[in-house]
């Protein structure tokens, strides 16, 4: 199992920067960037990817076909300072887990992303450029 670690500071509150990572992730999540950010089948596209925001809820991906896929499930919420989360790949064996800080510091939110459990190292590193390039859009998004 292999690990990817990425960290990045925002220009916002920690209450502003958690709300917009977990209630606004439809509106700033890259789906067509550098990666294909989206679990949508070839036949259809992306619609939609939210959090249910609770412990025990989802993130899922709805489909512009009606379809979903549920992406992980919420396992610590604790708004404005942690959420834990799982993220599975439909052709992984098990779920990795993804655990987001946001720390707050003076006008600054620092966000780190510890995402464990990736099936190998090739994989952790194609999530570490991913991690890298959604926490910089979501970075933009949440200052504007």
């Known amino acids: 199992m292999a690990t990817v670690n990425e960290k990045i500071d925002i220009v916002a509150d920690q209450v502003t920067v958690f709300n917009v990572y977990v209630n606004r992730i439809d509106e700033w999540w890259p789906r067509q960037k550098t990666y294909r950010y989206t ?9 939609h990817i939210r959090f249910e925001p609770r412990v025990g809820g989802r ?4 489909f512009a076909d009606g379809s979903e ?10 708004p404005p300072f942690e ?10 064996p098990a779920p990795s887990t993804i655990h987001v800080r946001f720390l707050a510091s ?14 190998d190292d ?12 959604i926490l910089s859009v ?7």
Request: proline share 6%.
């Open 138 to 144: 979501f970075a933009d998004f949440a200052e504007e």
């Open 59 to 62: 993130l899922y991906e709805s």
């Open 122 to 133: 090739e994989t952790a590193a194609g999530y570490a450029a991913g991690h890298a390039e």
């Open 83 to 92: 959420l834990v989360y799982t993220w599975q790949a439909p052709d992984w």
């Open 106 to 119: 003076g006008e600054k939110t620092t966000v780190v992303v510890e995402h464990t459990g990736l099936p």
């Open 39 to 47: 679990f949508a089948p070839a036949e259809t596209g992306p619609d």
């Open 69 to 78: 896929y549920t992406i992980g499930t919420i396992e610590v919420f604790v």
